[in-house]
């Protein structure tokens, strides 16, 4: 049997492009999405694919006894992407609001990883990956919830990757920075959810973040495609020595050096230009 993979949010982007370049690479994939619709546009494009709601722990639950029922109880790797981001200012996000990005963004991706790493330990290897953000070590105004869901995970990544020494069983980040996918859109629909506008000190920053979320395209000129992923994705499943973070893009990798050698508020200067 090839090797099986579990992928989370598989409905589009980077988790769409590579389920199938997985699957047309040989592997055992199992995409899943959030949405029944979703999981069946994907089984009809020939992937083997579930629902799973990274927001609930009985679907996460369900989601891997079907796994296991799928691949023999045999897993090699999880690549956890699904997840959305949550705009607005922090003192106008109620706390439910950032429950719900934790949720899905933090808690879910925990509760699913400590689900299948028994399958990996019992088979004395496995691979990990988690899909991160340049928003995971440099943060961007009107972005706090997502901000503090990625660098929790940066942080549960790094813990993991040391308890894990020994075990034959490997955990990378993957770190896009700007990619063209349907995030803007998932985005405006949260900030509609949560954030009251009109009350807000940020009423007229809030106009200019509408207007980029509702674009089409990011218009950004550093913006590259899904299709970017994978490789760095190939090269965390394959390698002998998986790096522990990939950076894809530019700006991924300028902020990653000016952390390290900037003031912090040299720093937060070019951030703010940024945002």
Same mark, same amino acid.
């Given at each position: 049997?090839?090797?099986?993979?579990?992928?989370?949010?598989?409905?589009?982007?980077?988790? $769409?492009?590579?389920?199938? #370049?997985?699957?047309?690479?040989? $592997?055992?994939?199992?995409?899943?999405?959030?949405? !029944?619709?979703?999981?069946?546009?994907?089984?009809? =494009?020939?992937?083997?694919?579930?629902?799973?709601?990274?927001?609930?722990? =009985?679907?996460?639950?369900?989601?891997?006894?079907?796994?296991?029922?799928?691949?023999?109880?045999?897993?090699?790797?999880? *690549?956890?992407?699904?997840?959305?981001?949550?705009?607005?200012?922090?003192?106008?996000?109620?706390?439910?609001?950032?429950?719900?990005? *934790? =949720?899905?963004?933090?808690?879910?991706?925990?509760?699913?990883?400590?689900?299948?790493?028994?399958?990996?330990?019992?088979?004395?290897?496995?691979?990990?990956?988690?899909?991160?953000?340049?928003?995971?070590?440099?943060?961007?105004? $009107?972005?706090?919830?997502?901000?503090?869901?990625? *660098?929790?995970? !940066?942080?549960?990544?790094?813990?993991?990757?040391?308890?894990?020494?020994?075990?034959?069983?490997?955990?990378?980040?993957? =770190?896009?920075?700007?990619?063209?996918?349907?995030?803007?859109?998932?985005?405006?629909?949260?900030?509609?959810?949560?954030?009251?506008?009109?009350?807000?000190?940020?009423?007229?920053?809030?106009?200019?973040?509408?207007?980029?979320? !509702?674009?089409?395209?990011?218009?950004?000129? *550093?913006? /590259?495609? #899904?299709?970017?992923?994978? #490789?760095?994705?190939?090269?965390?499943?394959?390698?002998?020595?998986?790096?522990?973070?990939?950076?894809?893009?530019?700006?991924?990798?300028?902020?990653?050096? /000016?952390?390290?050698?900037?003031?912090?508020?040299? /720093?937060?200067?070019?951030?703010?230009?940024?945002?």
């Amino acid at each position: 049997m090839s090797k099986a993979i579990l992928i989370t949010g598989c409905s589009s982007g980077i988790g $769409y492009v590579t389920a199938h #370049a997985l699957h047309q690479r040989g $592997y055992h994939v199992i995409a899943s999405c959030r949405s !029944e619709q979703d999981v069946l546009r994907l089984q009809q =494009e020939g992937l083997t694919s579930i629902q799973l709601d990274l927001s609930s722990v =009985e679907s996460i639950d369900a989601a891997v006894e079907k796994t296991i029922a799928l691949t023999d109880g045999k897993l090699y790797a999880l *690549f956890n992407n699904g997840a959305y981001g949550q705009p607005g200012a922090l003192e106008d996000l109620p706390v439910e609001g950032l429950k719900a990005q *934790f =949720e899905t963004n933090f808690f879910g991706w925990h509760h699913l990883v400590c689900k299948v790493l028994p399958l990996m330990r019992q088979q004395d290897e496995g691979r990990i990956v988690q899909n991160s953000s340049v928003l995971g070590f440099a943060a961007m105004k $009107y972005r706090g919830a997502y901000n503090a869901s990625k *660098f929790a995970l !940066e942080g549960w990544t790094d813990t993991l990757r040391l308890e894990l020494t020994g075990s034959n069983i490997h955990i990378s980040l993957i =770190e896009p920075g700007p990619i063209e996918t349907r995030f803007r859109a998932n985005a405006l629909q949260a900030f509609h959810q949560w954030i009251e506008i009109d009350t807000s000190v940020h009423k007229d920053a809030y106009q200019q973040q509408i207007a980029r979320l !509702e674009k089409e395209s990011s218009n950004n000129a *550093f913006v /590259l495609p #899904a299709e970017s992923c994978i #490789a760095p994705v190939l090269h965390a499943l394959e390698a002998k020595k998986p790096k522990i973070r990939y950076r894809i893009t530019k700006p991924t990798k300028v902020f990653a050096i /000016l952390k390290r050698i900037l003031p912090t508020a040299w /720093l937060d200067k070019i951030l703010l230009k940024a945002a």
